[in-house]
Each structure stands twice: as structure tokens, then as C-alpha cells.
């Protein structure tokens, strides 16, 4: 694997809001391979940083894959709305869907991708029977609703055990990760099993580089993490580091 097989997905609550659209296109010259939607209602978390608007005004702007990461209390609602702007994934939260099964059913039925995203506390054992109806798991390395904060530290080992897990299936089914996802943590995230990184204020928008400054450090964290090779749950007693 080389560094562009890990896909790189800036999380756009965290862009430059009010030069959104020059941002994005510096983010596809650096070579980004799809933008990350945060869409929340302000109930089943706290904050509201994005809308429908903003996601209809840049569809025809940039050609770059969209994946919507809902943190709502109503998916299905959300879904239908999302059907009619153009999007290629939409990941539900687990701990908000009453019918899962359904939900994922409505958002393949419209020939978009599907996904579950689980917040840290929710054990990877819990997709056992939508695995046929899921293109992606959603690994929260964060509480979900803020960009800012600080990855909750057994959530490196649950990549591992996430990656174990759908290992027992013959399916092809990518690791996101989202939250912190920092230059640190990148090497980390990848051994453990991440395909695709939610990037934010800690790699993608950190204040301490350009855009495509930041998009290289990335690829050369995620050649660290490759080099390191895939790391299983077990590893993670022999690298103290990564504790
Ligand atoms: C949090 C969002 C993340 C977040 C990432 O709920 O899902 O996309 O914005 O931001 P950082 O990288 O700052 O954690
Ligand atoms: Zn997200």
C-alpha cells in the first residue's frame, strides 16, 4: 500500500467558512480525495456548525466526492434532503437510529454509499448484522459535535479490534476515523487499520502551515503509519507508544 491508497477527507467545519469556496479548491490542488460534511441538529449534539445551504451552494463548484456525517436526531429526514442535493456517502450514527436497518436501506435505495459511524463507548460488535448493508464504519476518535479536541485514547486499540472484526467477513468494507486526527496520531490511526482520515484543525486546517503544506505533512505521517505495517489489537501491549 502506498500512502495515496489512505484517503484523505478534510473535515469542512473546520475550513475557512467565510472563503469557503477558494478553500476547497486549494484543498483539491493539494490533492484531497473527497470533503467531509458534518451535518448536526443541535440536539443529539450540542453545536450546528454546517447546513443544507452550504452544501447545495458548493455542489456544483467542485467536482471532489462528498461524505455527510450526520450527528441528528432524525437521519431519515436528513436522508431525503441530502437525496436531492448529490452526495456520494452518508454515515448515520448507531446511537441515533431507532431502525438502522431501514435507514441504510433508504440512503442505498437512492445509489448513495452507506456508512455507520460509532461513537468511542459503542463496541464494534454492534454492526454484526447490518455488515451486508454498510460501505464504510465511521470510527469516532472524539466525542462527536466539536472540532478542537483531543482523541479518546482506547479508540486507537478499537480501530485495531474494528479491523479484527470485519476481518472474520469476506467484505471489503473501509475504516474512517474522525476526530484528532493529527500529524501524531495519523501513524497511529493507520497501523491500527484507518483507510480513510477526517481531517481537521489538528492536520488538514492546522494554523501552523498552507493547506497543501499540511496535505504533505499528512501523506508523510500516513507513510510512517504504513511502514509500521497493520497493527493488531495484541501489537498494542509491544508498543507502549501507542497506549
Ligand atoms: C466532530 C467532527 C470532526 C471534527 C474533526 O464531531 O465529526 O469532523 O470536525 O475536527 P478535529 O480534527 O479538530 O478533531
Ligand atoms: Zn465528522
Do not use: Y
Amino acid at each position: 500500500m502506498d500512502c495515496n491508497s489512505i484517503q484523505i477527507a478534510p473535515s469542512i467545519m473546520c475550513a475557512d467558512l467565510c472563503h469557503l469556496e477558494e478553500d476547497i479548491h486549494r484543498l483539491e490542488a493539494a490533492g484531497v480525495d473527497m470533503l467531509h460534511f458534518d451535518l448536526m441538529d443541535a440536539h443529539f449534539v450540542p453545536n450546528m456548525p454546517l447546513g443544507f445551504a452550504l452544501i447545495e451552494q458548493l455542489r456544483p463548484r467542485t467536482v471532489l466526492p462528498f461524505d455527510v456525517h450526520l450527528m441528528v436526531e432524525d437521519n431519515d429526514f436528513f436522508i431525503r434532503r441530502l437525496t436531492q442535493i448529490g452526495v456520494q456517502r452518508i454515515s448515520v450514527h448507531f446511537e441515533s437510529s431507532t431502525h438502522l436497518d431501514r435507514t441504510l436501506a433508504l440512503i442505498r435505495e437512492n445509489d448513495i454509499k452507506a456508512g455507520v459511524a460509532l461513537n468511542p463507548s459503542t463496541p464494534v460488535s454492534v454492526l454484526c448484522h447490518v455488515l451486508e448493508q454498510i460501505d464504510c464504519v465511521l470510527i469516532m476518535t472524539v466525542n462527536p459535535g466539536f472540532a478542537g479536541q483531543k482523541i479518546v485514547p482506547s479508540t486507537l486499540r478499537k480501530i485495531a479490534d474494528c479491523r479484527a472484526f470485519l476481518r472474520q467477513w469476506p467484505l471489503d468494507i473501509p475504516i474512517q476515523v474522525d476526530g484528532n486526527v493529527s500529524f501524531k496520531n495519523i501513524p497511529k490511526m493507520v497501523a491500527a487499520g484507518a483507510d480513510i482520515l477526517v481531517a481537521g484543525t489538528s492536520s488538514v486546517f492546522h494554523k501552523g502551515g498552507t493547506r497543501s503544506e499540511n496535505i504533505q505533512r499528512a501523506r508523510h505521517a500516513i507513510s510512517r503509519g504504513l511502514e509500521m505495517g497493520r497493527l493488531n489489537t495484541t501489537d498494542f501491549e509491544k508498543l507502549p507508544c501507542l497506549n
